[in-house]
Protein backbone atom coordinates (compact mmCIF):
# COMPACT_ATOMS: atom_id res chain seq x y z
CA UNK A 1 0.00 0.00 0.00
CA UNK A 2 2.01 3.44 -0.90
CA UNK A 3 1.54 6.05 1.67
CA UNK A 4 3.19 9.26 1.47
CA UNK A 5 3.37 11.19 4.82
CA UNK A 6 3.88 14.50 5.16
CA UNK A 7 5.95 16.10 8.03
CA UNK A 8 7.55 19.73 9.23
CA UNK A 9 4.59 21.82 9.13
CA UNK A 10 3.22 24.68 11.82
CA UNK A 11 3.12 28.52 12.74
CA UNK A 12 6.22 30.18 11.28
CA UNK A 13 6.91 34.24 11.78
CA UNK A 14 7.22 36.24 7.77
CA UNK A 15 10.92 35.91 6.89
CA UNK A 16 11.38 32.92 8.90
CA UNK A 17 12.09 29.14 7.44
CA UNK A 18 10.59 25.64 7.89
CA UNK A 19 11.60 22.50 6.59
CA UNK A 20 8.82 19.65 4.79
CA UNK A 21 9.61 16.27 4.57
CA UNK A 22 7.49 13.47 3.13
CA UNK A 23 8.76 10.12 3.85
CA UNK A 24 7.32 7.61 0.88
CA UNK A 25 6.37 3.83 1.37
CA UNK A 26 4.56 0.86 -0.69
CA UNK A 27 6.80 0.91 -3.51
CA UNK A 28 7.86 4.96 -4.15
CA UNK A 29 10.87 3.87 -5.93
CA UNK A 30 13.78 6.85 -6.74
CA UNK A 31 11.84 6.65 -10.79
CA UNK A 32 9.24 8.56 -9.41
CA UNK A 33 8.74 12.39 -9.92
CA UNK A 34 8.63 13.73 -6.60
CA UNK A 35 6.94 17.16 -5.67
CA UNK A 36 5.24 19.54 -3.53
CA UNK A 37 2.12 21.29 -4.36
CA UNK A 38 0.35 24.07 -2.02
CA UNK A 39 -3.54 24.91 -1.50
CA UNK A 40 -4.38 27.95 0.26
CA UNK A 41 -8.25 28.57 1.80
CA UNK A 42 -10.44 29.79 -1.49
CA UNK A 43 -7.92 28.63 -4.20
CA UNK A 44 -6.38 25.83 -6.51
CA UNK A 45 -4.26 22.99 -5.85
CA UNK A 46 -0.43 24.58 -7.37
CA UNK A 47 2.24 23.07 -8.05
CA UNK A 48 5.66 24.17 -5.41
CA UNK A 49 8.30 22.40 -6.68
CA UNK A 50 9.26 18.82 -8.55
CA UNK A 51 12.46 16.88 -8.44
CA UNK A 52 12.87 14.16 -11.00
CA UNK A 53 14.89 10.70 -10.77
CA UNK A 54 17.86 12.30 -11.59
CA UNK A 55 17.72 15.21 -10.11
CA UNK A 56 16.48 18.24 -12.07
CA UNK A 57 14.28 20.83 -10.52
CA UNK A 58 11.09 23.32 -10.96
CA UNK A 59 9.88 26.00 -9.40
CA UNK A 60 6.82 27.77 -9.09
CA UNK A 61 7.87 31.46 -10.00
CA UNK A 62 6.80 32.85 -6.80
CA UNK A 63 9.09 29.92 -4.62
CA UNK A 64 12.36 30.31 -6.90
CA UNK A 65 15.49 31.16 -4.63
CA UNK A 66 13.50 30.95 -1.24
CA UNK A 67 12.29 27.52 -1.46
CA UNK A 68 14.64 23.76 -2.44
CA UNK A 69 12.79 20.89 -2.98
CA UNK A 70 16.06 18.22 -2.78
CA UNK A 71 15.44 13.66 -2.05
CA UNK A 72 17.40 11.31 -0.36
CA UNK A 73 16.89 8.41 -2.22
CA UNK A 74 17.99 5.84 0.40
CA UNK A 75 15.29 7.03 2.70
CA UNK A 76 12.77 7.52 0.23
CA UNK A 77 12.23 11.11 1.52
CA UNK A 78 11.69 14.37 -0.35
CA UNK A 79 12.52 17.38 1.34
CA UNK A 80 10.98 21.25 0.82
CA UNK A 81 13.41 23.90 2.54
CA UNK A 82 11.74 26.64 3.09
CA UNK A 83 13.23 30.21 3.63
CA UNK A 84 12.05 34.12 3.70
CA UNK A 85 8.95 32.58 4.32
CA UNK A 86 5.84 35.06 3.27
CA UNK A 87 2.14 35.30 4.23
CA UNK A 88 1.14 34.63 1.22
CA UNK A 89 2.97 30.99 1.77
CA UNK A 90 0.18 30.04 4.05
CA UNK A 91 -1.30 26.79 2.74
CA UNK A 92 -1.62 22.91 2.76
CA UNK A 93 1.42 21.32 1.21
CA UNK A 94 0.89 18.16 -0.47
CA UNK A 95 3.72 15.47 -1.53
CA UNK A 96 3.02 14.04 -4.76
CA UNK A 97 4.65 11.16 -6.60
CA UNK A 98 4.47 10.76 -10.04
CA UNK A 99 5.58 7.57 -12.39
CA UNK A 100 6.56 9.34 -15.53
CA UNK A 101 6.08 5.39 -17.57
CA UNK A 102 2.82 3.47 -17.61
CA UNK A 103 1.22 3.65 -16.16
CA UNK A 104 1.29 7.02 -14.92
CA UNK A 105 0.02 7.19 -11.93
CA UNK A 106 0.26 9.36 -9.16
CA UNK A 107 -0.28 9.34 -5.08
CA UNK A 108 -0.88 12.06 -2.69
CA UNK A 109 -0.16 12.31 0.94
CA UNK A 110 -2.65 13.83 3.13
CA UNK A 111 -0.80 17.42 3.57
CA UNK A 112 0.67 19.23 6.12
CA UNK A 113 -0.54 23.16 7.08
CA UNK A 114 1.79 25.90 6.92
CA UNK A 115 0.83 29.45 8.53
CA UNK A 116 3.22 32.49 7.89
CA UNK A 117 2.02 35.20 10.48
CA UNK A 118 2.89 38.80 9.47
Known amino acids: QVQLVESGGGLVQAGGSLRLSCAAS????????MGWYRQAPGKQRELVAT???????NYADSVKGRFTISRDNAKSTVYLQMNSLKPEDTAVYYC????????????WGQGTLVTVSS
Open 96 to 107: NAYLPIAPRVAY
Open 26 to 33: GGIGSIYT
Open 51 to 57: ITSGGPT
